[in-house]
């Protein structure tokens, strides 16, 4: 009995934790800048079941944002950079806050560093 209530424990809280991550859901689109020097790069999220796949078209890099924390307007990742690593920084810091209507803001910090090396308006496509 214990282990049948331990399980839907599980199952409920794993459920309401997927629930509070619908707001970043999605596909995500927007240009980055850089602080340092103003350049500036295209990017795309793609946000669903607990999978978060960025690209940076126009430098031609992709990867994935492992997740750190998460709650109802903010969220922070690892970034990890897996095609391309030479075009883009392998590795570094992802904070995310949701903005009003469909937007969200998109801040870049490198690894071991809270300086804001980036940032982008995202805005939902789907």
Known sequence: MFKFLATIGFIFLFSQIALSQQW?????????????????????LHARRGKFI?????????????????????ARFRENIKFNRRACEPTGNVTIKRLKGDQLMFNYSYNRSRRLEASAILRRKK
């Open 24 to 44: 970043i859901y999605g596909k995500w689109e927007g240009q980055g800048r850089e602080t340092s020097d103003g350049l500036t790069w295209t990017m795309e």
């Open 54 to 74: 960025i690209k940076y078209p126009s430098l031609k890099c992709s990867g994935e944002w492992k997740l750190v924390s998460f709650n109802k307007t903010s």
